[in-house]
């Protein structure tokens, strides 16, 4: 009797296929919850990933601003510079100070000025040649010069003067007394020659000055 198998078979059979049919809605329902985790999971790591990369835009953002506004800072540099070195070539007002005192201390009557140059070279003009010439041949060697010599050499301040005078006596007194002005270091009479009018002989110069504030009066 111990031996008899009194369930059913289709019984046996039915409690089996329920048995496999829960373990198959275990095991799907299982893999819809690793779906759904692994989802959000992706969507978090997504959404931390476009965080990144909007903040990464962001900090482009700003450096190319930062950028553009280095850029702006440089052209403002240069120009600036430039005005400083325009500045720097100004810095001899003292001395121009100084030339301009002399002038107006030496003047004699019958002198007349037809140009007055002010410029920075290390030479004199050669015999023959005009201030303007002057001023373009020290332009040139001041820019070359500025680039090549070394940074303690010293400009001189130069002048040059173009006019005429009644006759030599009044051209030697303007000489005589400019000569001896402060600031002057040294005069050259680079040209001169007789202009005849209708009623007057006059007499046209060209000078070169030398001015250095350390320079004396002298008697």
Known sequence: MSELDLIPADYARERLLRRRLRRAVAVFASLVCLVVLARTVLGVLVADERGQVARLQAKKLLWQQSKAKTEEYATQVLATEKQLAALDELRGRDHLRLFLEAL??????KVWFDEIRYYRRENLPRPGEGPAAGVRTASVAAAQKSAAAPAAQRMEQRAG?????????TLAEFMRKL????GVA???LLD???????????IDFKL????????????
């Open 104 to 109: 107006d201390v030496a003047y004699v009557e």
């Open 161 to 169: 003067v173009t006019g005429h005078a009644m006759n030599h006596v």
């Open 179 to 182: 000569e001896t002005q402060a």
């Open 186 to 188: 040294e005069l050259s």
């Open 192 to 202: 001169t020659s007789p202009r005849r009018y209708p009623n007057a002989l006059i």
């Open 208 to 219: 070169a000055l030398l001015i250095e504030k350390t320079a004396g009066r002298r008697p």
